[in-house]
């Protein structure tokens, strides 16, 4: 048995050379595609370097916006204390911005103000959803026409290594593509 990661449109956004990936970056489109998958998503694109990322909504709602006094840039972050030593700003000083205590400092001032927490410690954060994961099964349950034995092969290849049968063609009576090889079907409940 086997697990893999479902792929998703979010997990596949953001994967170098991936198709959608491809589709946001060096389409003559990707402007459109990627206002059509902000639309369809949220989150918001932003430029890193010559290439543009996807940020999803739970790092949205977790991160903080500031913005750039002269020149009206504004900036994601969703560490205070890198953000606050990136641009020599204590994270006292954020809050501040943040909560609307101050107005402006370094050049900065708040997108948004949020209200002040009354106990103490930070707000409680979004969790990101667990990708998921699925079960592939390599095997398949064959029923011998001489004996009239049925029995499950979880692992096809060994089985073909080990009774000196070409693998290729019981894969392909396990997908349905062959009747039978060998003397071996698979297995239909419904058959009398």
């Known amino acids: 048995m086997e697990y893999r990661?479902?792929?998703?449109?979010?997990s596949e956004v953001n994967r170098r050379g991936s198709r959608l990936w491809i589709k946001m970056n060096d389409d003559s489109k990707s402007k459109l595609h990627r206002q059509k998958f902000v639309e369809k998503n949220g989150g918001f694109f932003t430029?890193?370097?010559r290439y543009w990322e996807w940020t999803d909504n739970v790092t949205l709602?977790?991160?903080?916006?500031?913005?750039?006094?002269?020149?009206?840039?504004?900036v994601f972050f969703t560490s205070m204390t890198e953000f606050g030593n990136k641009n020599e700003i204590s994270v006292v000083k954020i809050c501040e911005l943040l909560n609307g205590k101050r107005k402006t400092y370094k050049g900065w001032t708040a997108v948004e103000v949020r209200p002040v927490k009354e106990s103490?410690?930070?707000h409680i954060k979004e969790k990101k959803k667990e990708p998921e994961?699925?079960?592939l099964?390599?095997?398949?349950?064959f029923k011998d026409m001489?004996?009239?034995?049925?029995?499950?092969?979880e692992n096809i290849s060994k089985f073909a290594k080990e009774n000196n049968i070409n693998k290729s063609n019981l894969y392909k009576v396990a997908t349905?593509?062959?009747?039978?090889y060998k003397g071996l079907k698979l297995y239909n409940p419904l058959e009398h």
């Open 5 to 10: 990661e479902v792929k998703t449109e979010q």
């Open 47 to 49: 430029k890193n370097g």
């Open 61 to 74: 709602n977790n991160g903080y916006w500031l913005k750039k006094i002269e020149t009206d840039e504004k």
């Open 120 to 122: 103490v410690g930070s």
């Open 133 to 135: 994961d699925i079960k």
């Open 137 to 141: 099964f390599n095997g398949a349950t």
């Open 146 to 153: 001489n004996t009239g034995n049925v029995f499950y092969i």
């Open 176 to 180: 349905g593509k062959m009747k039978s």
